[in-house]
């Protein structure tokens, strides 16, 4: 499992009227697997939700910055793309309902390598850029983004604001950025949030007058197949995007589009696991997260099990008896996974083993490649190996093999279920507004491509936050969410509308 590679390429449908609604097409990219464990590498990943997005840091180095705590944005699915300054240039971004800054990388990012992979903001190559210069600093939990304030005008579709205060990134401190598809985020939540007070674009846009009503909405297309990703839309919504009417809920808590959420339901059975709860509606996440025990009840439920679990289990089912009978022949243990087509040989090491989990069992150590399937493989193989060492027969070998598995650690917080079993998986429903908006498992399960096999991952991530009571478990409701509901962010009634979306 490596990181997010950057290869995906940006392109946006754009269309506009002089009615003060603007359309912006999205671009869906394809959600590969390590895109999925890149996802894990950010811990403390909704450390905003708990404590707030901005303090000021007491430091001596840092007395002159504004801190934000920044989410983990690789899982994330949909792009557009901006401009900035004048003439514009051009930068693909986020549209962050979970955050409410907009930062893009600097020409003045020298020394880290994450800002030589992406676009760059020029400030001498623009005639409105205004000097502003105060720092700001970026935190997110395994390094940071150091930066400063600047301002410009702002080109979305065929809006432009002007004057619009944003961050210039100078140093990217993860090489998970250096991999990331995006060049920055754009947030769309609320000022009370906003590192340095700064207006968010999108209030920018009201008090402009650019738009004709206080409201965005968003459509994600679910189909991998469709040209079309998705639309951002603002200052109104598309009626050919969702059926029948939306249901509207208030905003409970301004910073984020908070809202009540009144249960959580496995097969139209309540998991009792929801007594004041909340959820955060996030289009700055692909999953949704959820408080363990209701995760784990429909985790549970669809039998999701940790990748190396699973893979393991299919290894020992598939040939456990082929790989008992190699042993038995002599065959090096080393070569024997490749000998049957499930690693890469190359004579000495395996192709894979730039990245090694090491796997230590009765004394000995086995070193094993990346790859999922190789990985089953070999653990197999070393488990077997030292089994059969004890004299022990084939059946009590791979009865063992096969419990061992089971108590592999889950390297990333996603969980991989069956691909076959989806049919019968159970529907979960979330009560909001007195109504049950139904996810179906072809709709909660995600479907990943990755070195030619297909990989099925629950939608479902455990998070538990902190809060202060009367205040109950949090949720974030992400893009699986927002994939099957048309959704409505009303700025102008503080409300949140949800439509099936068509």
Known sequence: ???????????VAITSSSNGVVRLGLKKQSLGFNSIYAATRIKGRYSTYAKGAVTTTQDSDDSE?????????????????????????????????????????????????ACFFHSRYNSSNSSTYTEIGKPCKINYGSGMI???FSEDNIKVGDLVVKNQVFTEATREGSVVLSLASFDGILGLGFQDVSVGNVAPLWHSMMQQSLVAQKVFSFWFNKDPMASEGGELVFGGV????????????????????QIDLEDFLVADQSTGCCINCTAIVDSGTA????????????NDAIEAKGFVSMECKKAVSQYGDLIWQLLLSGLQPD?????IGLCSFNGTQHLSDSIKMVVEQKGE?????????????????????????Q???????????????????????????????IPSMPTVSFVIGNKSFHLTPDQYILKVEQDMATFCISGFIPLDVPVSPPQGPLWILGGIFMEAYHTVFDFGNLRVGFAEAA
Not at 1 to 11: A, I, N, Q, V
Not at 238 to 257: E, N, R, S
Not at 288 to 296: E, Q, T
Not at 366 to 377: E, I, K, P, T
């Open 287 to 298: 999953f949704i997260a959820g408080p363990f025990d209701a995760v784990k009840k429909i």
């Open 1 to 11: 499992m490596c990181l997010l590679t950057s290869t995906f390429s940006m392109s």
């Open 391 to 421: 004299k022990k027969t084939r059946g009590k070998v791979i009865e063992y093999v096969n419990k061992l598995c089971d108590t592999l650690p889950n390297p990333t917080t996603q969980l991989a279920v069956d691909c076959t079993k």
């Open 238 to 257: 598309d009626p050919k995007h969702f059926k029948g009417q939306h249901t509207y809920v208030p905003v409970t808590q301004k910073g984020y589009w």
């Open 365 to 389: 150590t086995h070193n094993v490649g990346q790859d999922l399937v190789c990985a089953a493989c070999e653990l197999t193989v070393a488990w077997m190996r030292t089994e059969m060492m």
């Open 335 to 339: 070569k024997l996974c490749s000998s």
């Open 65 to 113: 910055m504004n801190i934000i705590s920044l989410k983990n944005y690789l899982d994330v699915q949909y792009f557009g793309e901006i401009g900035i300054g004048s003439p514009p240039q051009n930068f693909t971004v986020i549209f962050d309902t979970g955050s409410s800054n907009l930062w893009i990388p600097s020409s003045h990012c020298h020394f880290s390598v």
């Open 146 to 148: 150091l930066g400063f």
